[in-house]
């Protein structure tokens, strides 16, 4: 009795529940997407017109420049190495020679060098590792240290990230602890960090095509701040389609007092774009007529069958034992899908291709240069850029399509006039593109077999 009462005071002290709607339940008003954005951009204290202004990027503001390289005060007194003195060269350069090791001046340099230092327009042509790059980066040196580096400066334009790398480290050589300061720009890497390099007014930018227009529609480099412009491997940045933008660069080097071309092959397209760019040029070759491959190198084909090409390339690393060796494939799948094959079977080797991060290109090439893996699989695109010495073979695994990437590649090996092996796989469908080859060669490749291999092919009767 008394549990009921209590219940019933319990009740009595509980607010009335609500009886149960039977309309239905009204619906908020519609409040589309971009009001409701604009409303938070009220709130947030910013207006739509500003968030356009954050979605593309604003034009870049310079700082003033700071340079952090001291400039020389006492001149160096040695003339030597006596043959680069001949050329024309001074102390200032002939210090920074001396400094990385030349002795001896290649072809290109000889005749090269006293063109630039003329101060004319110039067109060079020599194959890949001959010295392309000393002939043209040590007449800037001349002309700098004249000046004592007084707004003068150079734009070098490569295919490649790796081209922009190798030159920009090769000047840096020449530089040492003192000025010239060098800054290379690529894509691959944040343009903002780039950008601030840019800010201090470097005397030499090395850069690809495709990041340097980025950089000057973002007003973050003025091209007409570059008396001198080099263009470094021509046929290769028309080969992947850099014309337009080369031309849109060399429109805007406005204030250009001298331009050097310089490639491996002259074809009639790169002649006409120079005679449209570059006023009564000083021709330059290094290459005989009759012979476009290296005279140092031991040439050769195989012939196999498409499916046995990876028995074969075993058999000749076995048999070759190459202390650095190059290996080409057409495409970037065939280079890594080859690269982790020959680690899996217990080669000290890695690849490199276009689509790699920027990092890992860097990394592989690295522990190639370093001897730290003796093989390296590579597409054409990034080869342009491998720049080691004592490569002791080349193996194009893959028939290049275009004959004149064959030069290209087999100039990783035989680098200024030192020995090397080049193998070729061929196919019994690719006797054309052999032929392509050795008619822009000017020579037959010797056929070369392994006894004990089974090609693939069947001998005739």
């Not at 840096?172 to 007014?201: M, T």
């Not at 031991?298 to 196999?304: C, E, G, I, L």
């Amino acid at each position: 009795m008394q549990n009921m009462e209590n219940e019933m005071k319990t009740a009595s002290l509980a607010p009335p529940s609500k009886p149960k709607s039977t309309s239905k339940k009204k619906r908020k008003p519609y409040r589309s997407k971009s009001n409701s954005t604009q409303s938070n951009q009220k709130r947030n204290g910013r207006s739509h017109s500003s968030q356009q202004t954050q979605r593309h990027p604003q034009k870049h503001v310079r700082t003033a420049p700071v340079r952090k390289k001291p400039f020389p005060t006492e001149a160096p007194t040695s003339m030597e190495p006596a043959a680069f003195a001949q050329l024309g060269l001074g102390v200032w350069s002939l210090a920074a020679i001396r400094r990385v090791g030349y002795e001896t001046p290649t072809e290109i340099q000889e005749k090269f060098i006293p063109a630039a230092l003329a101060g004319r327009d110039c067109v060079g042509q020599a194959r890949t590792g001959t010295g392309k790059t000393a002939a043209f980066l040590l007449p800037f040196f001349e002309r700098f240290f004249k000046v004592k580096g007084n707004e003068f400066r150079t734009l070098i334009l490569a295919p490649t990230r790796e081209l922009a790398l190798q030159i920009a480290d090769e000047a840096k050589k020449l530089a040492g602890p003192s000025v010239p300061e060098v800054v290379a720009v690529y894509g691959g890497k944040p343009i903002h960090q780039q950008i601030r390099k840019l800010d201090n007014d470097p005397d030499i930018v090395v850069a690809t095509p495709g990041r340097l227009l980025d950089l000057w529609r973002r007003e973050a480099i003025d091209l007409k701040t570059f008396p001198v412009v080099i263009l470094d491997e021509v046929d290769h940045m028309f080969d992947i389609g850099f014309r337009k933008d080369i031309s849109t660069i060399m429109r805007q080097c406005q204030n250009r007092t001298q331009t050097l071309f310089l490639s491996a092959t002259m074809p009639d397209d790169i002649m006409r774009f120079a005679n449209q760019f570059l006023k009564d040029p000083i021709r330059v070759s290094a290459v005989p007529n009759d012979d476009m491959s290296v005279e140092t190198l031991d040439q050769r084909y195989f012939a196999v069958k498409d499916g046995r090409k990876l028995p074969l390339l075993t058999e000749v690393l076995h048999r070759e034992k190459p202390t650095l060796g190059l290996i080409f494939t057409r495409t970037k799948r065939g280079a890594e899908s080859l690269g982790k094959t020959l680690q899996k079977r217990g080669y000290e080797a890695s690849f490199i291709h276009g689509g790699l991060p920027q990092g890992k290109r860097q990394r592989a090439l690295n522990q190639f240069r370093d001897g730290k893996i003796k093989i390296l699989v590579a597409t054409d695109v990034v080869g342009r850029g491998i720049d080691v010495p004592g490569v002791s073979h080349v193996i194009n695994y893959d028939i290049p399509e275009n004959p004149k990437d064959y030069l290209h590649r087999i100039g990783r090996s035989g680098r200024m006039n030192a020995p090397g092996k080049a193998f070729t796989f061929v196919t019994p469908s690719q006797g054309e593109e052999i032929m392509a080859i050795e008619d822009l060669c000017g020579r037959l490749l010797n056929k070369d077999v392994i006894d004990s291999f089974d090609n693939g092919i069947q001998r005739r009767r």
